[in-house]
């Protein structure tokens, strides 16, 4: 969330990574790295140097940081896909409520067949 956060302050101002690698004095393969995910616990005195540039405050930059995680985990993005999909074709969340309790009930009865 924090690399994200980043890139789309970066692409706002218009500097490639490059460029605020220099304005900021941080590694730009640090930076490339943070931006793609494959790192995602900056230091605090990484964020102070790479805030001046972007004109952003570590608050914004460290906000909501935890929960966005949890976030990412639970809904990838083929499931986000699904769920937009869904939405565009009309499915409302009391319809999503009443299929997932139809799947409850399917799975019951494979279970009762069983025993």
């Known amino acids: 969330m924090i690399g994200k956060k980043i890139k789309r302050l970066r692409q706002k101002k218009g500097y490639s990574i490059t460029e605020l690698g220099r304005l900021a004095d941080v590694s730009k393969s640090y930076l490339s790295q ?5 790192q995602t616990n900056p230091s605090l ?5 790479v805030s001046k540039p972007l004109d952003t405050s570590i608050d914004y930059l460290l906000q909501n940081a935890n929960e966005q995680k949890v976030e990412d985990n639970l809904l990838d993005e083929e499931w986000k896909e ?11 969340k009391e319809d999503f409520h009443e299929y997932r309790k139809y799947i409850k009930f399917q799975e019951w009865m494979k279970e009762q067949k069983k025993s």
């Open 34 to 38: 943070l931006e793609r995910g494959l």
């Open 45 to 49: 005195h990484f964020l102070v140097k």
């Open 82 to 92: 699904l769920i937009q999909q869904a939405i565009e074709d009309g499915l409302k």
